[in-house]
């Protein structure tokens, strides 16, 4: 970094058009949706928000939305070599799906209606390169969005046919996993004002020969061919006016080399499946001299799972899920000093079936249909009670057929003390009811159902401090307590012996984390945050899987005399808690990015090395592993060519 920095000194440039080299003014001014669904400039928001740009993408060469996430403060992500896991503010236990954190595709929830899982991996039905921007929202969104929002919200925001202006190709290689990539994007604004963007995606990878140790089976060995996985991915974006509509579509599958779910060991054909279809119909405009916004959207979702996993013989786990639904939001401006915010929304979840197939002897087939069905009326009122003093309360009230009623608040007080320094008190409340596998699945040999299982809540609790020292300087802490109720948890029934999905301990928190942003008017950006966390049951001991110390540090800078960029980032993650007992050491991690776009007009080429210095990690397995932990990808190479025209 010392050196690409002395270079970059070395041939300043002028200031280019991207955000990566945009001032810090600007890039604090970039406005965010996702936090109360209406645009806010960031220090408005009533949360430590973070905003990753799609230059910040191309700097650095993420791959998965995981990825770009975990370079944010308080993240930090785990893979089990079939799906990728987000832990925010020290939480995240190994297969727990992400049913604690909400993501949205332009506002439209990813969240399927059988796991309520939030994808982050290659199992993320959008393509990266389609995203303009990330909006991180830590901390409880229930008091806007409902269902899942305890941890954080995610929301993409997609690129438009105006913004691609054109068409696009692109090819990428990786090495040593033998993954080959493709896409072509075409995007115009035509004649008649109608703004169109088309994509179409596909991955297909080798994966690598890891061997295994496969526990309490006996069994350990070299997985030969078993990590292979394939991935398709459509996506297609009309507006025109106050209208708009999104259709998103993919279909991915994953080999599994890991005997997933205690299934027999290096067999060949095991493999988990996800395939989503998304859409959604929507209307914006404003009346009443522009002092009322009307949004008005419609929605369907469809997510179906497989997989195939062998016991002796081959069994298939199929689960379908469907469900529509409609929102209706106002905000008001008319009111002086107040920003009125109410809102309708309902989802239909139509189909939650499950079944348990076994291939070799249908006769022992198992069904477990599901229905149901979610409501929630919420209102926000962010009211400037001086210059330099808002507050904001909401609160939403949702029903759904599982826990009935429940209410989720949210207080907010922002103080702009000085015109570089604003505080933030903040305090909001979510929850979540169990989502239909956890209640409803049974397959009568290793789980049972639990009809009367109970929702979980999260009250969180935070102060944010973000200062500007200078024009090309920015300073944040944030420190925060939050308190979960009524853990959901695998344990076992008492009358059985089996598994069973149960309410838990208390779990609390508190944390403290701190981050600087600096450019330079070369183009340069340096941003770095270290965050302390402590998570602890309420009877004692602590969660697996739960860093206590996470520093990130990443830095991108034009190197003219090559006519590159590059990004550069190091991650730190200290020991986790892994099922055994045992702990996980800590580990650093160091990725790479070098990006030529000025060589030949329209062709940008770009090299990416992860894992720079080929550090061996692993991942704490969770209680459906046969491993206690699972090794990571050491180091790899990815080359990759876009062609605009």
């Not at 013989?313 to 109410?342: D, I, V």
């Not at 979610?374 to 609160?395: F, S």
Request: glycine share 10%.
């Amino acid at each position: 970094m010392a050196v690409c920095l002395a270079l970059a000194v070395a041939f300043p440039v002028r200031a280019a058009s991207d955000l990566t080299q945009l001032s810090l003014e600007q890039l604090l001014n970039v406005t965010v949706v996702g936090a109360s669904k209406y645009v806010q400039r960031q220090s408005e928001v009533a949360a430590a928000v973070s905003v990753i740009t799609r230059d910040d993408i191309k700097a650095f060469g993420w791959r998965t939305l995981g990825e770009a996430l975990a370079s944010l403060p308080g993240v930090h992500i785990t893979y089990d070599r079939q799906y990728t896991y987000l832990g925010a503010r020290g939480f995240g236990l190994p297969g727990d799906l992400n049913t604690r954190v909400l993501i949205a595709i332009n506002g439209n929830r990813v969240n399927d209606a059988v796991f309520d899982s939030a994808t982050v991996g290659r199992e993320f039905p959008l393509d990266l390169d389609l995203v303009e921007r990330i909006e991180f929202i830590p901390g409880p969104g229930g008091a806007v969005y409902g269902q899942n929002a305890m941890f954080g919200v995610v929301n993409i925001v997609t690129r438009t046919g105006a913004g691609v202006d054109g068409g696009e190709l692109a090819a990428a290689y990786q090495s040593p996993q033998s993954s080959r990539e493709g896409r072509a994007t075409w995007g115009k604004v035509l004649d008649n004002g109608i703004d169109v963007l088309v994509s179409v995606s596909g991955m297909l990878a080798r994966g690598e020969d890891r061997f295994f140790d496969f526990g309490a089976s006996g069994v350990s060995g070299v997985a030969r061919g078993l990590d292979g996985e394939r991935d398709t991915q459509f996506f297609a974006h009309v507006a025109r006016g106050a209208w708009s509509f999104d259709l998103v579509n993919s279909d991915r599958r994953k080999d599994d080399p890991t005997g997933g779910f205690f299934s027999d060991p290096l067999v060949p054909g095991q493999y988990q499946r996800d395939a989503y279809l998304l859409t959604q119909l929507q209307y914006q405009d404003s009346f009443v001299d522009d002092t009322l916004q009307l949004t008005a959207r419609l929605f369907t979702g469809q997510e179906r799972y497989r997989s195939t996993l062998s016991y002796g013989t081959p069994f298939a786990f199929p689960t379908m899920s469907n469900w529509r639904g409609a929102e209706l939001r106002l905000l008001s401006t008319a009111w002086e000093s107040h920003k009125l915010l109410l809102g309708l929304e309902a989802q239909d979840n139509v189909q939650q079936d499950q079944a348990v197939q076994d291939l070799a002897n249908p006769t022992k087939n198992i069904f477990i249909p599901g229905s149901g069905f979610r409501v929630g009326l919420y209102g926000q009122d962010e009211w400037g009670l001086t210059d330099t003093l808002t507050a904001t309360l909401g609160l939403r009230v949702d029903r759904n057929n599982v826990t009935g009623t429940t209410l989720s608040p949210r207080a907010a007080l922002i103080w702009q003390a000085t015109p570089d320094t604003a505080l933030k008190a903040l305090y909001g409340r979510a929850h979540r009811a169990p989502n239909a596998f956890e209640r409803d699945y049974y397959d009568g040999v290793a789980q049972i159902a639990n009809p009367a299982l109970a929702g979980e809540s999260i009250d969180t609790l935070e102060f944010v401090a973000d200062h500007r020292v200078a024009r090309d300087l920015s300073l944040r802490a944030s420190v925060y307590r939050w308190s979960v109720r009524n853990l959901i948890i695998l344990g076992t029934d008492p009358v059985t012996g089996l598994q069973q999905y149960q309410s838990g301990d208390q779990v609390n928190a508190r944390g403290l984390e701190v981050s600087a942003d600096k450019t330079w008017d070369w183009g340069g950006r340096l941003r770095q945050s270290i965050s302390v966390q402590r998570v602890a049951f309420a009877n004692g001991g602590e969660p697996l899987n739960s860093p206590r110390l996470l520093g990130k540090l990443s830095f991108s800078t034009p190197l003219p005399a090559a006519g590159l960029r590059l990004g550069s980032e190091l991650q730190y993650d200290s020991k986790r808690l892994t099922k055994d007992g045992t702990d996980l050491g800590g580990y650093g991690l160091s990725n790479i990015q070098l990006t030529a776009d000025q060589w030949v007009k329209g062709v940008e080429l770009s090299l990416g090395i992860y894992n720079l210095f080929d550090k061996p990690y692993a991942h704490p397995g969770a209680d459906s592993n046969w491993q206690n932990a699972l090794e990571q990808d050491g180091r790899s190479v990815r080359i990759k060519l876009s062609y605009r025209f």
